[in-house]
């Protein structure tokens, strides 16, 4: 697949980039390229994708993936040590109603419960401390073989402070990994516009080579689609074969040429044709032969479309 617009989305961009820096690993000396070339392309396509191989670096991709799953990881931890600490504080209060009453009354006012009720919020932080306060103040009230301590309580209340500074870290991270991505996004944006532009100088509309460049010919815009389905298949006579295709929108007519095996050093031409079907004579039986059809407008010619039958 080939374009001739410089994708946005990340997957295309990187497809296009590979096919680019083989392009010009390939013919990119033969044809000139100098301010585009494949060590400044592989250097900004690499920054984003990582080195291959094994190397360290995993690319501005990978560290962003990196500090994505390393937030999912904080906030899995958050809601651990919160789920934790709610169920201290539902423990702790059913612990203390031996000694302030199983309902809400004015003694629990003591642990903080001011507004005529005992639910345990569903983040406990600030329940944490209140607990940790009164076990402090009232000891005897603590129950350490059920680990209901002003310790505990204080530890509970350290993990879910701390699991939270955890999670603001790793979104920060997250965010600032995001940013250097985007940039080297917006840097291999650049490059291929660069590079498409400097072809532009380097190669005529029509040149064959865009395409090993991950490129569409800028011809293509106005020329016919492509032959696609081309299908052979033998005819009604000894040496005959029927050569037939999808119609290519914009076709005003298709070129078709054979090459026999071990025959012909190059494509020969059997001529022009209006319909998408032709019928190939006086081929040697027993020949693999190869068919090959472009399709035609007054824009200009389609790359070739090739297909091959052993002669019946």
């Not at 009453?101 to 569903?122: E, K, M, Y």
């Not at 492509?226 to 074969?241: D, Q, S």
Request: net charge neutral; charged share 20%; proline share 5%.
């Amino acid at each position: 697949m080939t374009t001739r617009t410089i994708p946005k989305a990340i997957e295309a961009l990187i497809q296009l980039a590979v096919r680019a820096l083989a392009g010009l690993l390939g013919i990119g000396l033969t044809i000139d390229i100098q301010q585009n070339t494949a060590a400044k392309t592989s250097a900004d396509l690499y920054d984003l994708t990582g080195e291959p191989g094994a190397g360290p670096n995993a690319g501005k991709q990978g560290q962003l993936n990196e500090k994505r799953a390393a937030v999912t990881a904080a906030e899995a931890a958050r809601r651990e040590a919160i789920a934790t600490g709610v169920k201290f504080c539902a423990d702790g209060i059913d612990a203390l109603k031996s000694h302030l009453g199983r309902r809400w009354n004015p003694q629990w006012q003591a642990v903080g419960f001011t507004q005529g009720s005992l639910r345990v919020p569903r983040h406990p932080l600030a329940l944490l401390l209140q607990l940790r306060n009164y076990f402090r103040a009232h000891a005897a009230h603590e129950i350490p073989a059920k680990n209901i301590t002003a310790a505990r309580a204080d530890a509970l209340a350290t993990a879910v402070q701390q699991a939270e500074h955890d999670l603001d870290l790793a979104k920060s991270a997250r965010k600032a990994a995001s940013e250097a991505r985007d940039e080297a996004v917006r840097a291999l944006i650049q490059r291929l516009t660069g590079l498409r532009t400097e072809l532009d100088q380097l190669l005529a509309d029509d040149d064959a080579r865009w395409v090993e460049f991950g490129f569409s010919r800028p011809i293509d815009g106005r020329i016919p689609a492509a032959v696609e389905g081309l299908t052979l298949r033998a005819g009604g006579a000894p040496g005959e074969i029927i050569a037939e295709w999808t119609p290519s929108s914009g076709a005003t007519n298709y070129r078709v040429s054979r090459l026999i095996t071990g025959v012909d050093i190059g494509p020969v031409e059997i001529g022009l044709v209006a319909e998408p079907l032709t019928i190939i004579s006086d081929l040697p039986h027993g020949a693999t032969v190869k068919v090959i059809v472009t399709a035609r407008n007054e824009d200009g010619e389609t790359l070739p479309t090739n297909a091959q039958i052993v002669v019946p």
